[in-house]
């Protein structure tokens, strides 16, 4: 790869889009740097080329997040191979493939060490029920998925075509999804309706702040 010298500006747009990442774990938007640089969405958009030409970052079309930094100004980033990046995913209908394209609302890059065997997505929370277990809405959940995940655990259920976040238990022997928030009721799953699908274990969490 040919890595050229940089004009001032590219440097500081640089210097920017590593810090972004390393706070938010996220590459951000160009309307994002646009506004931390004060300049123009196109100024932004042309140093961010800039930068891909001349090898500091590499360019994913077709997501609005798709940085990634291979060179910062003190020196080759982590090899792409020790990066991967996961979906978030919007809604999810019952009867539909968990990781259909059609529902990821962007992607993020994680470490690799946090997914091991390649497996996993992120989902937005919405809501409060679980604040009990300091899980808030607008925070993203690392989901591995698993059809049985073990009772303790909070999981992913998909209820109809909305995904939600609870903790898995039993009540009267049955099981049953179980807010860590007095405010919500438990929801019975009645396994013979099948009307609920555990698609999988919350293991990671990212809280979000910009934006609110």
Do not use: C
Request: aromatic share 4%.
């Amino acid at each position: 790869m040919m890595v050229e010298g940089l004009t001032e500006r590219q440097r500081v747009v640089l210097n920017l889009l590593v810090r972004l990442i390393e706070r938010d774990g996220r590459p951000p938007t160009v309307r994002e740097v646009a506004k931390a640089l004060s300049i123009t969405v196109r100024g932004a958009y042309d140093h961010i080329q800039a930068l891909a030409r001349k090898g500091y970052i590499r360019l994913r079309s077709g997501s609005a997040r798709g940085v990634e930094v291979v060179k910062s100004l003190s020196g080759l980033m982590s090899a792409p191979a020790q990066v991967m990046p996961l979906p978030i995913l919007g809604r999810i209908p019952a009867g539909d493939p968990l990781l259909s394209e059609e529902y990821w609302v962007d992607t993020i890059s994680l470490d690799r060490s946090l997914v091991p065997d390649g497996t996993a997505f992120m989902l937005e929370v919405v809501g409060d029920s679980m604040i009990g277990d300091h899980i808030t809405s607008g925070d993203l959940v690392l989901v591995r998925p698993d059809p049985k995940p073990e009772d303790g655990s909070v999981v992913v259920a998909v209820i109809g075509d909305e995904a939600t976040v609870k903790r898995l238990g039993k009540i009267d022997g049955k099981p049953a999804l179980i807010p860590s928030n007095p405010a919500y009721l438990p929801i019975v799953l009645d396994e013979e309706k099948g009307d609920v699908r555990l698609v999988g274990e919350v293991v990671g969490l990212i809280r979000r702040r910009f934006g609110r």
